[in-house]
Structures are given as structure tokens and as C-alpha cells.
């Protein structure tokens, strides 16, 4: 059996260990500290996040990932691509309500 991809976006897998570490903290419903890489400031900041959801452009094929700011109360997305490191920390107890108020 053969089977043809629409779009095939070769350029994710210099993301693939971040992307991992993402899908891995939102199975454990964990914050993560990111290092992440600003193209237009061209530096880096370093932050705290709680990834919900992964998220693809149909049109450019770029990935993103959207994370709860605890501190800011807010949901922020940030290219995979510009997302240098990330690294688990605690588990977050309010996961669930969260992920819920993302998704209504």
C-alpha cells in the first residue's frame, strides 16, 4: 500500500526534540521553561508555560504551541521554530480547567 503526503514540510525535524519535550508535558500536565528566540528583538528570553495545544499553518506548514502564562494569566502561541529549549518542571494542578477555558 502507498500513500503520498499533501504537504511535507521536511524543515520540522530541527524542532522535532522541542516539539517532544512539548507533547511530553502536556501528557504529565507539567510547566515547562522555554528558551525562546525573538527574530525580531534577535535575543533570547527564558520564561515558564504550561503547553495545552499544538498547532499547524495549513499554509506556511509552521508549528505552534500554545501556553498557559500563569504569571500574566493568559494564553500566549509561539513558533516551534523560535523555541530553543524546553525544559519540564512541576506539575500544574489547574491543567484541566485550563485546558478547558482554552478550548470554549
Given at each position: 500500500?502507498?500513500?503520498?503526503?499533501?504537504?511535507?514540510?521536511?524543515?520540522?525535524?530541527?524542532?522535532?526534540?522541542?516539539?517532544?519535550e512539548?507533547?511530553?508535558?502536556m501528557?504529565?500536565?507539567?510547566?515547562v521553561?522555554?528558551?525562546?528566540?525573538?527574530?525580531?528583538?534577535?535575543?533570547?528570553?527564558v520564561?515558564c508555560?504550561?503547553?495545552?495545544?499544538?498547532?499547524?499553518?495549513?499554509?506556511?506548514?509552521?508549528?505552534?504551541?500554545?501556553?498557559?502564562?500563569?504569571?500574566?494569566?493568559?494564553?500566549?502561541?509561539?513558533?516551534?521554530?523560535y523555541?530553543?529549549?524546553?525544559?519540564?518542571?512541576?506539575?500544574?494542578?489547574?491543567?484541566?480547567?485550563?485546558?478547558?477555558?482554552?478550548?470554549?
Amino acid at each position: 500500500l502507498r500513500f503520498r503526503f499533501k504537504h511535507h514540510f521536511i524543515v520540522h525535524t530541527l524542532e522535532d526534540g522541542v516539539l517532544l519535550e512539548m507533547l511530553r508535558a502536556m501528557r504529565e500536565k507539567r510547566w515547562v521553561e522555554i528558551t525562546n528566540f525573538s527574530e525580531k528583538l534577535q535575543s533570547e528570553s527564558v520564561f515558564c508555560g504550561v503547553p495545552l495545544k499544538v498547532f499547524a499553518s495549513v499554509v506556511t506548514g509552521r508549528r505552534y504551541v500554545c501556553l498557559y502564562q500563569g504569571k500574566r494569566r493568559q494564553f500566549a502561541t509561539y513558533r516551534l521554530d523560535y523555541v530553543k529549549a524546553a525544559k519540564p518542571l512541576d506539575v500544574f494542578d489547574g491543567y484541566d480547567k485550563v485546558l478547558e477555558r482554552l478550548q470554549s
